[in-house]
């Protein structure tokens, strides 16, 4: 399983990215996929998912913020982030979820940082 991350970069508050996530193989052929992100001295936390049925989820502190969407036929997963503030600054990476007989197998792509500037 193979996830290229893409889209981090350094922005102003209240200012936007979009941030990128193709997995290999069907997209469908994961439960979900999904941003974390992890700012320095914290703990992963989860942005953001959607699951293959196309249901999402947010953390509380991006809804009304962020949307996650995806591209089918493009294998990808993008994070579209508003209103961004200097909390949001942190190391974004996605996660691919997938369950089988074996239990939940997760995997994750390589982080992509995403700086808010006051």
């Known amino acids: 399983v193979q996830l290229q991350a893409s889209g981090g970069g350094l922005v102003h508050s209240g200012g936007s990215l979009r941030l990128s996530c193709t997995v290999s193989g069907s997209i469908f052929s994961y439960n979900a996929v999904g941003w974390y992100r992890q700012a320095p001295g914290k703990q992963r936390e989860l942005v953001s998912d959607i699951t293959s049925f196309g249901s999402t989820n947010y953390a509380d502190s991006v809804k009304g913020r962020f949307t996650i969407s995806r591209d089918n036929a493009k294998n990808t997963v993008y994070l579209q982030m508003n209103s961004l503030k200097p909390e949001d600054t942190a190391v974004y990476y996605c996660?691919?979820?997938?369950?089988?007989?074996?239990?939940?197998?997760?995997?994750w792509g390589q982080g992509t940082q995403v700086t808010v500037s006051s």
């Open positions: 996660n691919v979820l997938r369950r089988s007989w074996l239990g939940d197998l997760t995997y």
